[in-house]
């Protein structure tokens, strides 16, 4: 176990989101000897004005707090490229079965190195899960041109379609959406990020109901075909799927 230091029981090596609201005892600037250690106060002040773009709690920054009082400064776009490069990895290797040396390699950078963000392998792939599943829907959210909110249940479900589509495209996300559909320990974000694009509201009629849920397992039928290489459609016989799905969610279609 990591030696502790300061009362606020973060250790050396621990990662505590700065310039974010809810961490404890921390007032979003580490551990509480690297927080009152005067000669810390400019890189807090540079981890406080880094941009946060993501993480689970989308921190302005990370600290690593290290043995004598020293921090690493983690940005998330490190984060970003170490995902990234995991699903390059999982693309060329058509599967999610990766090892923290392959996305090291690909991110060149160290295992250690990669390690100080990811410490485990299980760490990874939670990671992996999450931005997976952000880029699907950030497929999504661009396809349906407006805010989640404004869009309807038959909107959301095209625009699932219409991710789907590009099915050999988005290979790397479909193995992360397999891999987590079989350990429950993983589909935790690809179910929070998600969800909501499906959910169907209980007053639509019974009909309509079953018209966007047919679309929606049409594409998913599809996206498994170009993502797997497994019979996928001919070109003639794609085209008309396509256009079956978009006229079952067609605007009116789900009133």
């Not at 030696?3 to 990662?15: A, I, L, N, P």
């Not at 989101?17 to 927080?35: F, Y």
């Not at 309509?208 to 019979?231: E, K």
């Not at 799905?245 to 009116?252: H, N, Q, R, V």
């Amino acid at each position: 176990m990591p030696s502790r230091h300061g009362s606020s029981g973060v250790g050396y090596g621990d990662r505590v989101p700065t310039g974010g609201a809810g961490v404890a005892g921390t007032s979003g600037v580490g551990c509480r000897r690297c927080r009152d250690d005067p000669s810390l106060r400019p890189a807090r002040a540079g981890l406080r004005g880094a941009a946060g773009t993501g993480g689970e709690s989308s921190p302005s920054a990370w600290l690593l707090c290290r043995p004598e009082g020293k921090v690493t400064r983690v940005r998330p776009s490190q984060r970003t490229a170490i995902l990234e490069a995991a699903m390059t990895v999982i693309s060329a290797e058509e599967g999610a079965n990766i090892t923290l040396d392959a996305v090291a390699r690909q991110a060149g950078m160290t295992k250690p190195g990669l390690m100080y963000h990811f410490p485990t392998r299980d760490a990874l792939l939670l990671a992996i899960v999450d931005h997976a599943a952000g880029r699907v829907e950030d497929a999504m959210l661009a396809a349906i041109g407006m805010p989640f909110e404004q869009a309807s249940p038959a909107t959301r479900i095209r625009a699932y379609a219409r991710m789907a589509y590009q099915g050999e495209a988005c290979r790397a996300e479909y193995a992360v959406a397999a891999e987590a559909a079989y350990r429950p320990a993983l589909s935790g974000p690809w179910i929070r990020r998600l969800a909501r694009w499906f959910d169907l509201p209980p007053d639509l009629p019974p009909a309509v109901r079953a018209r966007l849920t047919l679309a929606r397992l049409a594409a998913d039928g599809l996206w498994c075909a170009f993502a797997t290489g497994l019979f996928p459609p001919d070109t003639q016989d794609h085209v008309a799927l396509v256009a079956l799905i978009e006229d079952l969610t067609a605007e009116g279609g789900d009133s």
